[in-house]
């Protein structure tokens, strides 16, 4: 069982930047394609982003693309979203995912495709 933890949310300016921490334990990620998916009041999960462990490949919303950069510290079990340039419709709760990828040579972006689920953080941008 994946247990993921975010943290990093909070309040910022428009053109400002955070960065988000997703956490994994209870097991290897190595073989795992984590995503993160953002979600607004009002509206549908969406995904921001996904890396696979087992490929490197990552992906972006074309939303996000040139702003938002996935990185991960294997030592660490741990993965990142650095939000930069951010726009105040960037505001929503910001959640990890986790699901097995065996191949590495697919991109998961739907919500319904990952098991395991942080519990979300809270990233409000102000205009």
């Known amino acids: 069982q994946v247990q993921l933890v975010e943290s990093g949310g909070g309040l910022v300016q428009a053109g400002g930047s955070l960065r988000l921490s997703c956490a994994a334990s209870?097991?290897?990620?190595?073989?795992?394609?984590m995503g993160w998916f953002r979600q607004a009041p009002g509206k549908a999960r969406e995904v921001v982003g996904s890396i696979s462990w087992t490929s490197g490949r990552i992906y972006y919303a074309d939303s996000v693309k040139g702003r938002f950069t996935i990185a991960r510290d294997n030592a660490k079990n741990t993965v990142y979203l650095q939000m930069n340039s951010l726009k105040p419709e960037d505001t929503a709760v910001y959640y990890c995912?986790?699901?097995?990828?065996?191949?590495?040579?697919?991109?998961?972006?739907?919500?319904?495709?990952?098991?395991?689920w942080g519990q979300g953080t809270q990233v409000t941008v102000s205009s």
């Open positions: 209870g097991g290897t990620i190595s073989r795992n394609t």
């Open positions: 995912a986790a699901r097995p990828d065996y191949s590495g040579s697919y991109y998961y972006t739907r919500a319904d495709d990952y098991e395991y």
